[in-house]
């Protein structure tokens, strides 16, 4: 193998490249070692060289080809938007607290806990245990792994009060992640164009899910102790929507929780109207000074569609929620679910029933509670040092975030770009409102990561409201 | 600790709760402490017992409650029907090919090839690895791993035409399988109500996402060597559907592959009409005596949206797929995506990248082709030597199934049932036409677990096509 005849060969297909056109099939290896009386690695050697100056390209089975030239074209896919038509909302397609965040800013955006927030040791472990098991190469049933929907039924169980039927394992179904789960809900529960009622301010992710499903949002104002049962009483009944969908825990953003007797009223005005509530319980492993009770609980007639997810507490790579309905709401969701996903990976459903009943689990839950007090009682003590035009109307006992109403007429969103660019990421109030907004609200995430930024990302927030503050 | 005071108290307690209702509380451990001179142990052994006969239940930091009597109630759900008004299609929700087998009985109907046929160490390796990593416990981007996106990029770049721009990195969207990709799709470039063109035969998963979509199908008849142009043509003409989905290698049920005149001349009209190709390619891992290359190869244009899958060649628990589209297409299928499911699971893009870009990937591959050929050889002899009735027009150059004609007027229904009874499980082909079947028609797959047991198979398909064969 000489280096002298890979450079003879280089230059002879260079000359025959320059003379020939994109696409042209170059000598086969075996026609070079001919012409050039050269042994097949030289051949090759001086192909290789060509192909890494993209001068020519190999394709495996077909041969060597002048390459392509890739000009830079200025593509004109606008004949797409008439072949789509109008069909789609125009919504963005990510909202502030999905986005990621490089590490040298303060990060107070996200919807997720740090990292330093999850039980990094059980999952690894029960990860590496799931990839030496069945489940790494197996499918499991569409509804779920029977042992994990017997837990998630169980956790519903061991709340159930005295009178009550518990939830049974078939009626739950396992779901790849709770904003797929929202949308199963939305398309099997409500037709579409149809109305459904949210709580007002709620979880961007229901409004977006909403929006894309086509049905008809009507907010019902939510404050700190829930919606007020007589006003959802009246928003039934004017809309004749047939589904609420509500956080009655630790509510996204505002942190309410239902006082019981709230949750009963609330029950006995979705019963009067026939109706579903849809209780999405995101929170369920995140209460601070107070232990959350399902209102799914209380329900065995079929009027509480529930919804849990573990990513958030577990792992965002773990993504498992669950939702449990009984009766024809459970065969419709479970037929979506069929339709649109079949079944969820059984790898991850292995590791997340290998995580929750491992005895660590329960302790790992105690010291989450702990941090995210501290963290809670940190940033609000910040903002009350930093930022006291700020108000917290209300202390959440659970979940991830303070929400905190601005001077009136303080434009939010101008505010959050400002942020941004000194260095602080927070999450603008408005998409959390299914209409308009009723005040400048920002939320701000006490579960993200360095609690030690909170003061100085306390100080930012205050010196760019300072700056261009309220009109 | 002894056995006598825990039976005493037991009495005691059973007693407690003969006299009190569901739901009551029992007095504490302390109480019964204190009252039965009995150490705690002796008193936590009793309450284990009455909890184990069901009369008891305790509740953790609540106390020990009379348990609630659960009478087998029937339950009527019967409202529900009205609340959810009739918005679903009455699909069933669970297709033959994903129906779970007893080891005992010969599976000729799954979708899903045998886990012999996976990369059993690979997937274990990569699994494992990637609960070390970072992944295990991040959020991915909404689109995909960067890695990932650019590995499914590189696979249609290199099979690219001379002369075609080659699809970018961020063409890529990574999705959690591609039944959900399905749906996302024909939400995303179909408006409901109205027309799309569907291959007839054609994935029961396609014709289940469209009807669950609400969009309006209108099929194709497709062959051997794929559609006739000249039909597909009079059909956009007719119908003004501006998206025909096909599955131009290997297709399922068919096993057709599409000659590259033929692929040619399609693209020629989706391009008059300025409509979309969504290419299924999911069997582009299981070519047998053919190589497979994708239509979308020769599309810079955003014709072509293409779809592929790893979930069938590397794991069904590793359940990854990709849509590669450009332009404002695959704007609106990002959106859609994000709104569905927000971003597929970090760990599972991450085992799939190091799956698909070991060494030992290719070699597994050209082993799966070489079992392929054997068992797809196999199955046919099988069926030519105990049921010569039965006629594979087609030899698949590639996929998992043989798609058998059987003689006119057997009812394919009743013949799947009755060979359910003896002991073998197929496909009944009317599930795979989006319309009426055009004959009768089952689908075979090779690719299941037990090849040798192909010939009694094939015996227990001619013994009850004989039975209760044609009308």
Redesign the interface.
């Known amino acids: 193998m000489s280096n002298d005849s890979s450079l003879r060969i280089i230059d002879d297909l260079r000359a025959i490249v320059a003379a020939g056109t994109?696409?042209?099939r170059l000598p086969s290896t075996r026609e070079l070692v001919t012409r050039h009386q050269a042994s097949p690695l030289t051949v090759q050697r001086a192909l290789r060289v060509l192909a890494a100056d993209g001068v020519i390209e190999s394709?495996?089975?077909a041969g060597t080809?002048?390459?392509?030239v890739?000009p830079a074209?200025t593509?004109d896919?606008s004949?797409?938007?008439?072949?789509?038509?109008?069909?789609?909302s125009r919504?963005?397609?990510?909202a502030a607290a999905?986005r990621?965040a490089s590490p040298d800013v303060i990060a107070l955006h996200s919807g997720?806990p740090d990292?330093q927030l999850?039980p990094?040791r059980l999952?690894?472990a029960a990860?590496?245990r799931?990839?030496?098991s069945e489940?790494?190469?197996?499918?499991p049933?569409?509804a779920g792994l029977p042992g994990l929907q017997a837990w998630f039924a169980s956790e519903i169980g061991?709340?159930?009060?005295?009178?009550?039927?518990?939830p049974n394992p078939n009626d739950v179904i396992v779901l790849?992640?709770s904003?797929?789960g929202l949308?199963s809900l939305f398309?099997?529960?409500?037709?579409?164009g149809?109305p459904v009622l949210l709580e007002s301010p709620t979880y961007w992710?229901a409004i977006?899910?909403a929006?894309?499903v086509?049905v008809d949002v009507v907010p019902v104002p939510s404050g700190p102790a829930g919606p007020d049962p007589d006003e959802l009483d009246r928003a039934f009944r004017e809309s004749g929507a047939?589904?609420f969908y509500a956080q009655p825990n630790y509510a996204n953003p505002t942190g309410a929780q239902w006082p019981s007797q709230v949750a009963d009223h609330v029950m006995e005005v979705v019963r009067r109207h026939?109706?579903?509530l849809i209780e999405d319980d995101w929170a369920c492993d995140f209460g601070i000074t107070t232990?959350p009770t399902p209102v799914a609980a209380g329900d065995?007639?079929?009027h509480v569609i529930y919804l849990r997810s573990l990513t958030k507490s577990v792992?965002?790579?773990?993504?498992i929620a669950a939702v449990i309905a009984?009766?024809?709401?459970r065969?419709?969701i479970?037929?979506?679910?069929?339709?649109?996903?079949?079944?969820?990976?059984?790898?991850?459903q292995t590791a997340a029933l290998d995580v929750v009943t491992q005895p660590a689990w329960q302790s790992h839950l105690r010291n989450v509670r702990q941090q995210l007090k501290a963290r809670r009682d940190l940033l609000l003590a910040s903002l009350t040092e930093h930022v006291p035009v700020a108000r917290v109307e209300h202390l959440p006992a659970g979940g991830l975030n303070l929400w905190a109403q601005l001077p009136s007429g303080t434009d939010v969103l101008r505010l959050t770009r400002d942020c941004e660019q000194a260095g602080l990421l927070i999450a603008p109030g408005p998409e959390w409102f299914p209409a308009e907004p009723t005040a400048p609200f920002v939320r701000l995430n006490f579960a993200g990561p360095n609690p030690e930024d909170f003061g100085r990302g306390a100080q930012i927030l205050a010196s760019e409201l300072a700056k261009h503050g309220p009109a």
């Open positions: 994109p696409g042209m394709r495996p089975g080809f002048v390459r392509a890739h074209k593509s896919y004949w797409q938007t008439a072949a789509m038509r109008g069909n789609q919504l963005g397609p990510i999905m990621s997720y990292s999850l990094e999952v690894r990860l590496t799931a990839a030496r489940a790494a190469l197996s499918r049933p569409v061991a709340a159930t009060r005295a009178g009550v039927t518990p790849p992640g904003q797929n949308r398309r099997a529960l409500v037709s579409r149809q992710g977006l899910a929006a894309h086509g047939r589904v026939g109706g579903f232990q065995d007639a079929g792992s965002p790579a773990v993504r009984r009766g024809p709401a065969e419709r479970l037929a979506d679910h069929a339709a649109d996903s079949m079944y969820v990976s059984g790898l991850l």
